[in-house]
């Protein structure tokens, strides 16, 4: 594994919340602008729906576009999006990246290289962000979500995404967590002020904590930068 310590080659996720019909036009954008790795999710929306009606964002299916590149790389797609797509304005969508604390070196060199690629049509970028944003991620029993949402919500959430999965997990983690690993999960994120982070945490842990019918676990991602909340200049 190799620490990424070059901030020009640093490398971040970006991730892209945005109506599933829409995923492909991003798809297609991260693709011409040489980004080197995308995967894309399938989630459900969860913003007010008083948002939805006016502001036309009121498919609740969401794709979700996870991309990994360097800092660099990350800074021209904010810029892309925010041109190309009108990321600029609330309900279209959001997009934001987190630092990468290391990586595989092939997906260091992977990365650098598309970089270099692209360097020659592109010009220096500096998005600056207003205010620091956290991802907060939530991991409870399935079929909780909506009840999840609310209590978020009530502590100062606008909006969330919920991904399903499946848990996994040894018999050691049931013993010391005192809890059955169910295999049906939800998996709620939400962006939040970081402000505002502790208070979302604290109310959905204990709602929906190891011990109630939740299950669940709730842990916070430092967001570098983020595209969509008019938290940009």
């Known amino acids: 594994m190799d620490n990424i310590a070059n901030a020009h080659h640093r490398i971040q996720l970006l991730t892209t919340i945005v109506d599933y019909s829409l995923g492909h036009k991003f798809i297609d954008i991260y693709r011409k602008g040489e980004v080197p ?3 894309i999710l399938h989630g459900n929306g969860a913003a007010n729906s ?3 009606d006016i502001l036309g964002f009121g498919e609740p299916k969401k794709a979700i576009i996870l991309s990994i590149l360097t ?10 999006l925010r041109v190309k797509m009108k990321f600029n304005k609330p309900g279209t969508g959001i997009a934001f990246t987190i630092s990468l604390s290391s990586c595989s070196s092939i ?8 970089e270099s690629k692209a360097q020659t049509e592109r010009e220096e970028i500096h998005m600056m962000q207003k205010e620091p944003y956290d991802l907060i991620l939530s ?3 399935g079929g909780l979500f909506s009840e999840v949402m609310d209590v978020a919500k009530a502590a100062g959430a606008t909006g969330g995404t919920l991904v399903h999965a499946r848990g996994v997990g040894s018999e050691e ?3 010391f967590l005192g809890i059955t690993i169910q295999p049906e999960k939800d998996i709620v994120m939400i962006l939040s002020p970081h402000e505002n982070r502790q208070k979302i945490m604290e109310t959905i842990t204990h709602k929906f904590g190891l011990s109630t019918k939740g ?3 709730c842990f ?6 983020a595209l969509g909340l008019e938290t940009l200049d």
């Open 107 to 114: 997906l260091s060199q992977c990365c650098s290289t598309a």
């Open 50 to 52: 008083e948002i939805y």
């Open 37 to 39: 790795i995308s995967l």
């Open 173 to 175: 983690a049931a013993k």
């Open 71 to 80: 800092e660099t790389m990350a800074q021209w797609m904010l810029h892309d």
């Open 220 to 225: 916070s991602l430092p967001v570098s930068a």
């Open 139 to 141: 991991i409870v029993s």
């Open 215 to 217: 299950k669940g676990i």
